[in-house]
């Protein structure tokens, strides 16, 4: 049985909401690599937990998800936001 990590949502990068950003994640860790398709060329491999994500509205729910299941998992923690506090006028200096 292959281990799963459980961690919160991060912020898109590319806008500057923080829409989902509450919830929590748990992602099998993956049991072999992907290698590419002879044909396509397409990275892929017999390993289909990887495609599987669940959504939690709660660390706590997540935990007992796993724990209930009998799935070993780590918790990876949410990286700290760190706030850049600057006024307008410091665009013109």
């Given at each position: 049985?292959?281990?799963?990590?459980?961690y919160?949502?991060?912020?898109?990068?590319?806008?500057?909401?923080?829409?989902?950003?509450?919830?929590?994640?748990?992602?099998?860790?993956?049991?072999?690599?992907?290698?590419?398709?002879?044909?396509?060329?397409?990275?892929?491999?017999?390993?289909?937990?990887n495609?599987?994500?669940?959504?939690?509205?709660?660390?706590?729910?997540?935990?007992?998800?796993?724990?209930?299941?009998?799935?070993?998992?780590?918790?990876?923690?949410?990286?700290t936001?760190?706030?850049?506090?600057?006024?307008?006028?410091?665009?013109?200096?």
């Open positions: 049985m292959n281990s799963a990590r459980i919160q949502r991060p912020k898109n990068a590319m806008q500057s909401g923080r829409f989902r950003t509450d919830q929590w994640v748990l992602e099998y860790d993956p049991i072999e690599p992907q290698r590419p398709d002879p044909l396509t060329g397409w990275p892929g491999s017999g390993d289909t937990r495609q599987l994500r669940l959504n939690f509205p709660t660390l706590d729910a997540a935990r007992e998800y796993a724990e209930r299941e009998g799935i070993p998992f780590h918790v990876v923690p949410a990286p936001r760190k706030l850049k506090l600057q006024a307008y006028a410091d665009n013109f200096r």
